[in-house]
């Protein structure tokens, strides 16, 4: 092996082990991405290990298998984010607004107050609730309410809605 990969292949081995580790780390773990930082000096660590010891040739060669190695790791990543595991997570949030949520400012009214409607999204503790079959952007007093929960105006001032 040494006069293959230099006298350096072990701990070329083990970086690059490392490397791999922390870049699958850096898929499951949250933070300011250190890990995946310090899993890609590793591979660049090896390359650079490989180029000063071994053969050029098998340092370009290794070098390539480990850069088709973290592009797939990329891909793999980005598929989940989209549709995998981590799209299932609670850590990603997948509510959206399909349609125009609030009716101009100026069309509110103290009309609203005492009237009841459904939560149309979570209300945490604002969201969008459905007031006499129009969209109102509404917010509680601090309180959670779950979307499709029954919800009464409490008070309008201006552009806000306070509900129950």
Same mark, same amino acid.
């Given at each position: 092996?040494?006069?293959?990969?230099?006298?350096?292949?072990?701990?070329?081995? /083990? @970086?690059?082990?490392?490397?791999?580790?922390?870049?699958?780390?850096?898929?499951?773990?949250p933070?300011?991405g *250190?890990?995946?930082?310090c899993g890609?000096?590793?591979?660049?660590? *090896?390359?650079?290990?490989?180029?000063?010891?071994?053969?050029?040739? !098998?340092? !370009?060669?290794?070098?390539? #298998? @480990?850069? !088709?190695?973290?592009?797939?790791?990329?891909? #793999?990543?980005?598929?989940?984010?989209k549709?995998?595991l981590?799209?299932?997570?609670?850590?990603?949030?997948?509510?959206?607004?399909?349609?125009?949520? *609030?009716?101009?400012?100026?069309?509110?009214?103290?009309?609203?107050?005492?009237?009841?409607?459904?939560? @149309?999204?979570?209300?945490?503790?604002?969201? /969008?609730?459905?007031?006499?079959?129009?969209?109102?952007?509404?917010?509680?007093?601090?309180?959670?309410?779950?979307?499709?929960?029954?919800?009464? !105006? @409490?008070? #309008?001032?201006?552009?806000?809605?306070?509900?129950?």
């Amino acid at each position: 092996m040494a006069t293959v990969f230099g006298a350096l292949w072990l701990p070329c081995l /083990i @970086l690059s082990i490392l490397g791999i580790a922390f870049l699958i780390g850096e898929l499951f773990l949250p933070g300011f991405g *250190v890990t995946g930082i310090c899993g890609v000096l590793c591979l660049i660590a *090896v390359s650079v290990i490989l180029f000063l010891t071994a053969k050029p040739a !098998v340092a !370009v060669i290794v070098t390539a #298998v @480990l850069g !088709v190695i973290l592009i797939a790791m990329v891909i #793999v990543f980005m598929r989940s984010l989209k549709q995998g595991l981590l799209f299932r997570s609670p850590i990603v949030l997948k509510d959206r607004i399909e349609s125009e949520a *609030v009716p101009s400012p100026g069309a509110l009214t103290e009309e609203l107050v005492g009237k009841t409607g459904t939560a @149309l999204t979570p209300l945490r503790p604002s969201g /969008i609730a459905l007031i006499d079959g129009k969209r109102y952007s509404v917010e509680t007093q601090a309180t959670f309410v779950e979307k499709g929960s029954e919800i009464t !105006v @409490l008070s #309008v001032d201006g552009p806000r809605i306070t509900v129950k």
